[in-house]
């Protein structure tokens, strides 16, 4: 009787490892890279709890058979749920550096614009997944475009730029891979622009509009607004071929790289591995994502398809923006690197969402249908 159970519990909770692993290794290298190899190290001790409790959570999301989730009635007040815990986070969210985008709970924070983003790929997976035959009538362009308006509205407001961004690429690419018709991309990207040009002359705070004239000109303030982007360069750079070696990075921890647990850990890694060790990292990256895509083919329907694809365009705009605004290729915006920086909500967000990818696929043998 024990062994039947205990054989059905195996059963039920089969990894996909070539999704578990890459993301366990790079929990690790964001766990090594933040530890100061000091006897009292604050960022590394709670991070490790958040990667048990993370690997906890996708081990139970690849029990759960998540095909409910296919249905309008679950997606809908998922969404609306999710549309009332922003809003209650402008009114009651702990502030940060003028930014309100997380709740307080004691010494436990919960920023709710990382879920946000996950349940964007499901409700435009959903809407998709019956009408991407459809997607060159200009009107699902504006029905799914104002889904994510108002995901990305409540989540610019905080303000966080740089979530909300990564809201709207999540749009964008969800629709591209959905087939948009090239006069409605050129819509796209006219709007786009009249809405940036807006934001630029209404709505930028003036640390938003700092941040991209530094961009533009890296140096010319780099002890003010372009100060965390130079150090990250010189960390970058200074890690050579091979790199300083583990806990041995002098800009991230003799403090010149300031957060480099969280928006920098990848100059801090990469000062610390060199040139090799960032190649493996992103390459270990590259190889996660392609296990997303590859899984999303053979999905059981175009739900399914289109999360996978949905996970994998969230997770590259990550790692994309994080890397190239650590190289100074772009504005400093805040963005996370997946599984890495240190944070609990992007962490078990990002863990969860594979667990359901890796359920998906137990669940995809069945004849490929609509959804």
């Known amino acids: 009787m024990r062994e039947s159970l205990l054989t059905k519990l ?7 490892w070539q999704l578990f692993l890459p993301a366990l290794f790079l929990s690790l290298a964001g766990l090594v890279t933040m530890n100061s190899f000091s006897s009292d190290n604050y960022f590394f001790f709670r991070q490790s709890i958040w990667i048990l409790i993370s690997i906890i959570v996708f081990t139970g999301a690849t029990m759960i058979d998540w095909r409910f989730l296919r249905q309008t009635k679950v997606l809908m007040p998922l969404f609306l ?3 009332l815990i922003l809003g209650l986070l402008l009114l009651v969210g702990g502030t940060t550096r003028g930014t309100v985008s997380w709740f307080q709970f ?4 919960f920023q709710p614009s990382d879920l946000a983003k996950l349940v964007l790929v499901l409700i435009l ?3 998709f997944s019956r009408r991407h035959i459809e997607i060159k009538n200009v009107r699902h362009v504006l029905i799914s475009g104002a889904y994510a308006l108002v995901l ?5 407001l905080q303000p966080d730029f740089g979530g909300a961004m990564v809201i709207f690429s999540i749009w964008l690419g ?4 959905s087939g948009i018709s090239k006069k409605h991309l050129a819509f796209v990207v006219f709007a786009s622009a009249v809405i940036v040009a807006s934001l630029w002359f209404f709505v930028f705070a003036p640390y938003q509009k700092a941040r991209i004239i530094t961009f533009i000109h890296p140096l010319s303030d780099v002890r003010g607004t372009g100060y965390n982007a130079y150090q990250s360069t010189v960390a970058v750079g200074s890690g050579r071929l091979l790199g300083k070696g583990i806990g041995e990075g002098s800009q991230s921890k003799l403090e010149y790289l300031p957060e480099y647990e969280t ?5 801090a890694f990469a000062e610390e591995w060199g040139f090799i060790g960032t190649t493996l990292l992103l390459s270990l990256s590259l190889f996660l994502l392609f296990r997303i895509v590859s899984g999303a083919e053979y999905a059981a329907t175009n739900f399914e398809t289109l999360f996978g694809l949905g996970v994998a365009i969230l997770l590259f705009v990550h790692i994309a923006v994080h890397a190239g605004m650590n190289l100074g290729l772009v504005p400093v915006t805040g963005i996370t690197f997946p599984f890495m920086s240190y944070g609990g909500s992007h962490l078990v967000t990002e863990w969860l969402a594979l667990g359901v990818l890796s359920s998906m696929r137990r669940h995809a043998s069945a004849p490929r249908t609509l959804a």
Do not use: C, H, N, P
């Open 10 to 16: 195996l059963e039920r909770i089969q990894f996909d």
């Open 174 to 177: 969800m629709v591209l891979i």
């Open 125 to 127: 997976s959903k809407y």
């Open 263 to 267: 928006d920098f850990i990848f100059a």
């Open 106 to 109: 004691g010494s436990l924070t």
């Open 152 to 156: 990305f509205g409540l989540v610019f």
């Open 81 to 83: 749920a999710t549309m």
